[in-house]
């Protein structure tokens, strides 16, 4: 070893030394692991038997039947486990569930690549330069499906009425059906506590955003213990449907309509020439330090524009009320809550995440993919409250 060594750095001398004897350790560890799996398996089935090995007794109930050869992937790598028989009927061990061939520790591997975002294609390869041995994207599936419980529990969990802000928006998704694509919109809430913390509350895959989908997505927040009483603000786009609904189920609460949705609208009723003009003064509307002056600003603006741009005019004249309930909020709050963009940056990841995929095969594909994402932002957020939300007011 010394030879070997000699005339070589401190730090290239440990790197081979690891590199020596990390494979031997590896090797040690994935044989004492079959061993420590078999001799659980070997106690299970003396309990099954009623007898030792060879021994004589009136309390045996069945025979050995030699054992049979079982590959099971472990974070060790691949183990070959001597797994054994009965002579009579079929054997059910604790230690090795039936026909499971991934160990607990590599599923929960698997959920987490693909929590992570990668693709059920590229999870063999991954799972390959990790473990020693490739998984195949049917397996891979098999395991994410297991997702679907989780998912039901999501969806299906109390909630508290806490929030102090609501935000909706709705994202397109699309889905195979029989012959053709079908493209609906995945309605999402998300909300902001009191203490500042953030929470994708509830998601829902629909047809459209009809005033029918809203309401049964709303009622359901509802029915698990969103009441509202404790909102002070609901932040929507300009969908006539959602309106609608919230009209029906939050009657109490404040509403606010997206500035980012009704400038956009704005700017496709004006000559791009007019962008850095018209559209510039019109967003010191929302900029104004207080509604009373954001008014003020408002009208001169209409004076201004009116002939000239009266398509614009009217898009932003028709909704002003809506626009300006935000500034009833504390000031360190209006940045935020004018608009769906706290929203709109989730659906960025969804959009990533989901993009590669084109077209999911079934809604519960969707369900697994988006509950994913939305499990891993919000366990993210768990100890981030927003500082300016934590504020008394």
């Not at 001169?300 to 309930?325: G, H, N, P, Q």
Request: proline share 3%.
């Amino acid at each position: 070893m010394q030879t070997r060594f000699a005339h070589r750095s401190l730090h290239e001398a440990i790197k081979e030394f690891y590199g020596f004897f990390s494979e031997h350790i590896e090797d040690m560890a994935r044989q004492k692991t079959e061993q420590l799996v078999e001799e659980a398996l070997k106690a299970e089935i003396d309990l099954m038997v009623g007898a030792e090995r060879y021994e004589r007794t009136e309390k045996r109930k069945n025979y050995r039947n030699g054992h049979y050869l079982r590959e099971l992937i472990s974070h060790h790598g691949l183990l070959k486990v001597r797994v054994p028989r009965l002579r009579a009927g079929k054997v059910s061990f604790q230690t090795l569930a039936r026909y499971r061939r991934y160990s607990g520790e590599v599923a929960e591997l698997i959920r987490g690549l693909f929590f992570a975002g990668v693709s059920t294609r590229k999870m063999g390869v991954v799972l390959e330069y990790l473990l020693g041995t490739r998984v195949s994207a049917q397996t891979v599936s098999r395991i994410t499906q297991q997702l679907d419980r989780e998912v039901k529990i999501f969806r299906s969990r109390p909630l508290g009425d806490d929030y102090r802000y609501l935000f909706l928006d709705g994202i397109v998704q699309s889905e195979q059906v029989v012959g053709s694509t079908m493209r609906g919109p995945l309605l999402v809430a998300y909300g902001i506590r009191y203490d500042g913390t953030r929470e994708i509350i509830a998601y829902m895959k629909a047809k459209s955003e009809s005033e029918a989908a809203w309401e049964g997505f709303l009622e359901d927040l509802f029915r698990r213990g969103l009441i509202g009483d404790r909102l002070k603000l609901i932040v929507a786009d300009g969908s006539s449907g959602l309106w609608s609904a919230l009209e029906r189920v939050y009657p109490q609460v404040a509403k606010q309509l997206c500035w980012a949705h009704k400038m956009r609208n704005v700017k496709d009723k004006m000559p791009k020439k007019a962008w850095d003009t018209c559209l510039e003064e019109a967003k010191q509307i929302y900029l104004a330090p207080s509604r009373k002056k954001a008014t003020e600003i408002y009208f001169a603006w209409t004076r201004k524009y009116r002939r000239k741009y009266s398509r614009a005019v009217r898009c932003l004249e028709k909704d002003i009320d809506r626009l300006l309930v935000h500034f009833a909020m504390p000031p360190a709050h209006r940045i935020t809550v004018r608009t769906t963009n706290p929203i709109e940056r989730l659906f960025r990841e969804v959009r990533r995440r989901t993009r590669p995929i084109g077209s999911f095969t079934n809604t519960k594909s969707i369900n697994r993919i988006v509950y994913g994402i939305f499990w891993t932002i919000n366990r993210m957020w768990e100890d981030k409250p927003r500082i300016q939300f934590t504020q008394n007011y």
